[in-house]
């Protein structure tokens, strides 16, 4: 691979730190691997107020790569993440095993609520997390199995079902990105409804219509993604992701320059 060449798997992780990346002094939570990438690099880059957390029980004083060990700066256990997700002061980025065409989520399971045919993670923080804090998805598989017309259980909360459950639901509700691994996509469009942002390079807007279960609204000019750096390019390879674990959830894939 040439030095400038990058791979959708780098697309997908720029996009993320873009999400993050005008949020200033903020928590940031990612939740998986390309999430995680995605955050360390907008804290080298964009938005160095960012804080870190390793997701398990201390705040980091560096940028570790991906697997890797760091000093730690302070001490945040489980239980003191429900504070933070009280207060607000957050941004987490969560999976999702179906989002429908009002931006609500479901992880808890496939199927009917009173007999569902397979059983999935369960709510989890998903109903505290979009009514308390910016809330963005990460989905590496788009495809009509994940973005359907509705879900079978909502995890997380859309802006239209906050805003049916009175001002203490809506009042932050803030479903602000979902990236995936064919494009960039917001709840900006007719009615709170999924809006095609960006595609990444080398898809079009029919295939990214043709992966989405629901009409989708899809402005009349749709710009790309846009690319990595070469900066950040070198952090990517050299520092954050060395191990190339990244390609576990998009394939590595070059993409000319």
Not at 26 to 53: C, E, H, Q, W, Y
Not at 181 to 198: C, I, K
Request: proline share 7%; hydrophobic share 40%; aromatic share 6%.
């Amino acid at each position: 691979m040439s030095d400038d060449a990058y791979t959708r798997a780098d697309v997908c992780a720029a996009a993320i730190a873009d999400a993050f990346s005008e949020d200033g002094e903020i928590f940031a939570s990612p939740m998986g691997l390309l999430p995680t990438l995605g955050v360390r690099l907008a804290k080298l880059t964009s938005n160095p107020d960012l804080v870190i957390s390793d997701g398990e029980s201390v705040f980091m004083g560096g940028v570790p790569p991906l697997g890797g060990k760091d000093v730690v700066e302070g001490w945040i256990p489980f239980r003191r993440v429900f504070d933070v997700v009280a207060y607000g002061k957050r941004h987490v980025m969560m999976g999702a095993t179906q989002v429908d065409r009002h931006g609500n989520q479901n992880i808890s399971a496939i199927g009917p609520f009173a007999q569902p045919k397979r059983q999935l993670l369960g709510s989890r923080g998903a109903p505290g997390n979009t009514v308390n804090n910016r809330t963005s998805y990460w989905v590496p598989k788009h495809s009509t199995r994940v973005f359907v017309e509705q879900v079978d259980i909502v995890s997380g909360v859309g802006p239209v079902r906050a805003k049916a459950a009175g001002t203490a639901a809506a009042r932050f509700n803030d479903i602000h990105r979902i990236v995936s691994n064919l494009g960039v996509l917001d709840l900006g469009g007719a009615g709170d409804t999924v809006r095609l942002v960006s595609v990444h390079p080398g898809v079009t807007v029919e295939e990214v219509v043709a992966a989405t279960g629901f009409a989708l609204d899809v402005p009349a000019d749709v710009p790309t993604t846009r690319t990595p750096s070469y900066e950040e390019l070198l952090l990517i390879r050299d520092m954050l992701d060395p191990k190339g674990l990244r390609f576990k959830e998009v394939p590595q894939e070059e993409v000319a320059r």
